[in-house]
């Protein structure tokens, strides 16, 4: 009985220092984007500490190639970011990117960055980062933003996958 409880943790070891390895592999392998936002909503205390953020990004329906939609199902979309520009921030200075064009399939190897998304009506292009957590030491930091006045340092893995670094206030 020992010798099978052993290894049942030693397997959920090793699935969580995978899975580690593969994310930190990820950060890693990805680059470096920052994403303006059009504000956010105001952290929900019975969910937890987060942002609610919302992303000029995430209009893609007036971009080259955007397909014609299905209402009753999302879609997967491939969106090209280009540089658009320099944020300063401090004493760093960081290269902001825009959404120019999209596809319904994944790009071949290439030097523009793409991100996977979904489209929904009335929602826009969802790329699993429009929500910020945040823990309980931040709480007052996060309070004395302002709606549209802070941007987003996001990574950009080479499967498209977008994930939230930190916040960047001009």
């Known amino acids: ?3 099978w409880l052993r290894s049942m943790l030693a397997c959920q070891l090793l699935f969580f220092a995978g899975w580690a390895g593969l994310e930190e592999w990820r950060h890693y392998h990805s680059a470096s984007l920052l994403l303006e936002t059009e504000g956010y909503d105001p952290r929900d205390l019975i969910s937890g500490h987060y942002l609610q953020l919302h992303y000029p990004i995430s209009h893609v329906e007036k971009l080259q190639g955007f397909p014609t939609p299905s209402p009753e199902r999302p ?6 970011m280009e540089p658009a520009g320099s ?3 401090g004493m760093r200075s960081y290269n902001s990117y825009r959404a120019v064009e999209v596809r319904l399939s994944a790009p071949g ?5 793409w991100a996977k998304a979904h489209w929904s009506p009335g929602v826009g292009a969802i790329y699993g980062i429009e929500r910020y957590y945040f823990s309980e030491a931040r709480v007052g930091e ?3 933003l302002r709606s549209g006045h802070v941007w987003v340092e996001a990574d950009l893995s080479t ?3 977008l994930r939230i670094v930190g916040l960047v206030k001009p």
């Open 1 to 3: 009985m020992k010798a």
């Open 75 to 80: 879609l997967e979309l491939w969106v090209r």
């Open 87 to 89: 944020v300063r921030s």
């Open 109 to 113: 190897e290439g030097a523009a960055p």
């Open 142 to 144: 996060m309070e004395g």
């Open 159 to 161: 499967d498209g996958q």
